[in-house]
């Protein structure tokens, strides 16, 4: 099920304290070519970690990716709102407070 933007929220917490969040997101064909996953780090500084991709050439219709978004609650919810807005299919798996961080 995708979510929509209003579904997105990761969490309440404003404190600045590291989060993690594991997605998938399914990338339409004519995004094969953008930068979408590198924007997630340049603009909204959270670090992602890439753990199952199927995209290429060979993929007809559209990609996917599993991945591990690490950041505060603000910058997640930014990030996966950037990709909302894309339109892009997200699955939320799950979503853990990172100690030691």
């Not at 953008?34 to 219709?61: C, E, F, H, M, Y």
Request: charged content about 25%.
């Amino acid at each position: 099920m995708a979510l929509s933007s209003k579904q997105v929220s990761t969490t309440e917490f404003q404190d600045g304290r590291r989060m993690q969040s594991r997605i998938q997101v399914r990338i339409p064909k004519h995004f094969h070519k953008k930068p979408v996953i590198s924007r997630l780090v340049s603009q909204w500084g959270v670090t992602v970690n890439i753990t199952a991709a199927q995209l290429g050439d060979r993929i007809p219709q559209e990609g996917c990716f599993e991945l591990e978004i690490r950041g505060t609650a603000y910058q997640i919810e930014s990030a996966l709102s950037y990709l909302d807005q894309l339109n892009v299919e997200i699955w939320h798996q799950s979503t853990t407070e990172e100690d030691g961080w």
